[in-house]
């Protein structure tokens, strides 16, 4: 007797769940829970990292993510308006600079500002690590976040600048009074995801070299693991970038629903 495709995909869901039960029953009995526990979840080595892993590591990692944002954005709009320009050397050189720093790995871009520029030319970008590591990433995500806002403006309907163009406003005033705020709405979730990338990319900043004061938190937690010889450090790490990109992953969808129902 032929099954139906009804049929056939109950069966398939329900092997696919056993298999996973399976999976579970036997990392279940052949872990080594005791060792497991001893080395990534040391409740002693988790009790000595605080308050020090918050008051250094994370606030060192907001504080990085704001400030690589902040100036990522600045740039990201004027490179997007850039890209938009009717003039040709202007767009050019926008097309061509989000096309390279797409292109390359930021550890790349980190270590040509935090080291090829001041060797090059015997200045460095004040501030140390925070300068250095912020600008570079703010480069960076700057390149993705002026697509992002390039694809909002272009999402705004021409009839929009159209009306304003008949009211008499100029082209400028159009842009920055009518179309960027509607194109900021749209592009709300995008933008949220790029933060969450730079939190995460922040642990590049290794690569810079830091103080005791300076350490984000994958530097802390990575010290501290090599102090301990344990693994646990990590995992608190782990731990603490998830409490702080999980609730803005969750807003990213909430944000995207919304836009989804008001279309």
């Given at each position: 007797m032929d099954l139906t495709p009804r049929q056939k995909t109950r069966i398939y869901v329900t092997s696919m769940y056993a298999l996973a039960a399976v999976i579970a029953l036997v990392v279940a009995f052949a872990a080594d829970w005791e060792r497991i526990g001893r080395n990534f979840f040391n409740t002693e080595i988790m009790a000595d990292m605080f308050p020090d892993v918050i008051l250094i590591g994370v606030r060192n990692t907001i504080i990085y993510t704001a400030l690589s944002f902040g100036i990522g954005l600045i740039f990201a709009l004027v490179l997007?308006?850039?890209?938009?320009?009717?003039?040709?050397?202007?767009?050019?050189?926008?097309?061509?600079?989000?096309?390279?720093?797409?292109?390359?790995?930021?550890?790349?871009?980190?270590?040509?500002?935090?080291?090829?520029?001041?060797?090059?030319?015997?200045?460095?970008?004040?501030?140390?690590?925070?300068?250095?590591?912020?600008?570079?990433?703010?480069?960076?995500?700057g390149a993705y976040m002026a697509e992002t806002i390039r694809a909002g403006i272009e999402a705004v309907p021409k009839g929009q600048s159209e009306a304003a163009r008949s009211l008499g406003m100029s082209k400028t005033r159009t842009m920055f009074t009518i179309i960027l705020p509607q194109a900021f709405r749209i592009i709300i979730p995008p933008l949220t995801n790029e933060l969450v990338l730079l939190i995460k990319d922040t642990s590049l900043f290794f690569v810079l070299g830091s103080t005791v004061d300076s350490k984000e938190l994958t530097k802390f937690s990575r010290d501290f693991m090599n102090l301990t010889k344990?693994?646990?450090?990590?995992?608190?790490?782990?731990?603490?970038?998830?409490?702080?990109?999980?609730?803005?992953?969750?807003?990213?969808?909430?944000?995207?629903?919304?836009?989804?129902?008001?279309?």
């Open positions: 997007a308006l850039m890209r938009l320009s009717t003039v040709v050397p202007f767009r050019a050189f926008a097309i061509g600079y989000i096309e390279l720093f797409r292109g390359l790995p930021a550890l790349i871009t980190l270590i040509f500002i935090g080291f090829g520029i001041p060797l090059a030319f015997s200045w460095s970008i004040p501030g140390g690590t925070l300068g250095a590591g912020s600008m570079g990433l703010a480069i960076v995500a344990n693994a646990t450090p990590l995992t608190v790490a782990a731990i603490l970038y998830l409490l702080i990109t999980l609730p803005l992953t969750f807003l990213v969808r909430r944000l995207e629903k919304s836009a989804a129902k008001a279309r």
